[in-house]
C-alpha cells in the first residue's frame, strides 16, 4: 500500500508519516522544501525522536518525497495512493488544491477507486472548506472520489530547534502519546486497518474535544505564559494561578461537552488531568510563542477560545475561566499590534464577530481590565472565582 502526506513539518513527518510508515506502507511526502525533500530521496528514512519520561529515537523508514511545485510528480503520487493526508496547516490549505485536484481527475479517469484523505489540521469544518475548494475546479461526480475524513490531531510536536550543520534537518522531535481519533462515517469504502487509528462515529465530538480543551487549555496556558514572559509552556504552567486557570478552563469545556453529547464526563476529566501533565513536559520544549501565534484565528468566531466559550454558554453555564484565557489573550494582541488605549473592546468584537453586548465579550473586556491595569494570573484567577459567584 502506498501513502501520501501533504507537508513533511511537524504533523507530517512527527506523527502520521510514522503511523504509515509502521503500518507497512510505503509514504511519500509532498512538501515545498528541498532540503527536506532531496535529503529525504537521499536516506529514506528519518529519524523520531519521541522525549519524556524515557527517551528513544525511532528510525522511519520506506520514505520519500516530491516537491509540490513539480505537479507531474505530485499528480503521479497521488494517482497512485491507497491513502492521503493533509498535514500543512490550516492557512496553507488552499495551495495544495491545484495538486489534489489534478490527482483526482487522473484516478477518475484511470477508473481508480475513490481515495481517502486524512485531514489533520487544527480547523472546525475542515472537510466542508476543502469541499468548497474542491468543488470550484471539480464536477461533482469527480469531488465524490475523495472521502474527507477529518481527524483530531493530539500528539504535541513544537516547531524543531535551529541547531547545528551536522544535524539531520529531518529529525524532529514528539511525545510519545500517537492516537489519532477519525471519522469513521467519513470514509469511502473500507476504514484501512492502520495502528492507533482510531475511527469514532460522531466524530464532531472529537473535533470538539481537541479544539474545545486541548486546543484552548494549550492557548489559554501560552497567553499568560507571554504576559509573564515565559519562554516555555512548561514555564508557564509550572505557575500555581495559570495551571488552576487552565485547569478550569478546561473544565468548562468538559462539562459542556458531556451536556451536548450526553458522553460521561470522567473520561473528560481523565482527559484533561492528562494535557496538564503532558503540558510540563520540559523535553518537547514547545514554546509560547508557537502555541500563541495567530491570535485572530483563535479569538475567531468557532476556534478554540470563542468557540469553547460559545459551547459553553449554549449549555447553560457561564465561562468566567475561558474567558479570563480570551483576555490573556487580548492583551498580547493590543501590545504586539499596538491597539490604541480605549479600542480595545473594538479590537475584540473584531476578531471574535460577537457583538459589544455580549456576554462574552462582556466578561473577556472585565478580565482584560485587570490585565491592563497591571494584575497578574493570580489577580486573574481571583476576579474570575469573583465572576463565577456573581453570575452562579
Not at 472546525?124 to 461526480?141: C, F, N, Q, R, T
Amino acid at each position: 500500500m502506498k501513502g501520501v502526506i501533504f507537508g513533511a513539518g511537524n504533523i507530517g513527518r512527527g506523527f502520521i508519516g510514522a503511523l504509515f510508515s509502521q503500518a507497512g506502507l510505503d509514504v511519500t511526502f509532498i512538501d515545498v522544501s528541498p532540503v527536506v525533500v532531496e535529503r529525504m530521496n537521499a536516506d529514506k528514512q528519518y529519524p523520531l525522536h519521541i522525549v519524556g519520561e524515557e527517551e528513544k529515537i525511532v528510525t522511519i523508514t520506506n520514505v520519500c518525497a516530491v516537491n509540490g511545485n513539480d505537479r507531474d510528480a505530485a499528480v503521479k503520487a497521488i494517482a497512485e495512493a491507497d491513502i492521503a493526508a493533509t498535514c500543512v496547516g490550516a492557512n496553507a490549505i488552499k495551495y495544495i488544491i491545484p495538486n489534489l485536484s489534478a490527482g483526482i481527475r487522473v484516478r477518475v479517469a484511470e477508473g481508480k477507486k475513490p481515495l481517502n484523505l486524512l485531514i489533520c489540521e487544527n480547523l472546525m469544518d475542515a472537510d466542508e472548506y476543502i469541499h468548497g475548494l474542491l468543488s470550484e475546479v471539480l464536477e461533482p461526480h469527480e469531488v465524490e472520489q475523495i472521502g474527507l475524513v477529518e481527524t483530531s490531531v493530539g500528539r504535541m510536536v513544537p516547531v524543531p530547534k535551529k541547531t547545528g550543520e551536522e544535524e539531520n534537518p529531518l529529525k524532529i522531535a514528539v511525545e510519545e502519546y500517537g492516537v489519532l481519533p477519525v471519522d469513521k462515517a467519513a470514509f469511502k469504502g473500507e476504514v484501512p486497518e492502520i495502528k492507533n487509528i482510531v475511527p469514532f462515529t460522531p466524530f464532531h465530538y472529537y473535533i470538539e474535544r481537541k479544539l474545545y480543551i486541548h486546543n484552548m487549555g494549550h492557548a489559554v496556558c501560552a497567553y499568560f505564559g507571554k504576559l509573564k514572559d515565559c519562554e516555555y509552556i512548561w514555564q508557564s504552567i509550572d505557575n500555581d494561578d495559570v495551571r488552576l486557570l487552565v485547569h478550569n478552563a478546561m473544565l468548562e469545556s468538559c462539562d459542556a461537552l458531556s451536556s451536548k453529547y450526553g458522553t460521561p464526563i470522567k473520561p473528560l476529566l481523565n482527559h484533561s488531568s492528562d494535557l496538564l501533565r503532558r503540558f510540563t513536559n520540559k523535553a518537547l520544549g514547545d514554546t509560547c510563542q508557537r502555541v500563541g501565534a495567530d491570535i485572530p484565528r483563535k479569538l475567531a468566531n468557532s476556534d478554540r477560545l470563542t468557540g469553547a466559550a460559545l459551547s459553553v454558554i449554549e449549555q447553560g453555564s457561564v465561562p468566567v475561566y475561558i474567558c479570563a484565557g480570551a483576555a490573556a489573550a487580548l492583551a498580547c494582541y493590543v501590545k504586539e499590534n499596538n491597539v490604541e488605549e480605549g479600542a480595545e473592546a473594538d479590537a475584540l468584537i473584531s476578531l471574535t464577530g460577537l457583538t459589544k453586548d455580549h456576554k462574552i465579550t462582556a466578561l473577556t473586556m472585565e478580565l482584560y481590565q485587570v490585565i491592563r491595569d497591571g494584575g497578574d494570573a493570580k489577580a486573574v484567577l481571583k476576579t474570575a472565582d469573583e465572576m463565577l459567584h456573581r453570575e452562579l
